[in-house]
């Protein structure tokens, strides 16, 4: 790997450890993740955890993600999943923590969308898990995962652009449609 392309390895590293941090407090969460893959490559993942001081028998947690049960629905689907823990154990696609049984931090209640950039391209996904108040993610808390998600397919497209043109590749500008939760202020 050269040293171009560990500077921008580095730089999603940030930008995700960072995305997990913002998330929580977004949606007013105990934990926080994101999975990263590379061309839908479940084998090549990048996981990032955020966890409250709740969890910090779980600090030095790590798992692999398989793509498998739910991470792999939200990311087949390109679409949000948003369920209380009730719903979570029950739904078809749950498959407790596998192989992490017993050492996995317990998930009370799951809000996951996909990190979709452009045409359509799933980066990954964010989740979060067991909100602070013990109630249930809704609605708005779904909203601004997702905007936050958006946000991060935009910067994770720029940085695949600058990959593909620093290998003497091209890389086109795709137009987006305008993301109605976003605001944008015009210079007078």
Known sequence: MTDAQTELETRVDHLLKATCEVARGLVNAHQAAATTLRNGDWTHARKYFSLSERYE???G???PARGVGLHALVVAENESLRLSEGELESHPGWRGYGESAGKHPPLR???AVPIVGEDGLNYGLLQASDRADGGDFDADDERRLQC???AVAIALDALRKVRALRAGEEA???PMEAQPDFVVIEPE
């Open 57 to 59: 028998p779980w600090k």
């Open 61 to 63: 947690f790590t798992m």
């Open 109 to 111: 209640g799951l809000l």
């Open 148 to 150: 936050l998600a958006t």
């Open 172 to 174: 086109p500008a795709v």
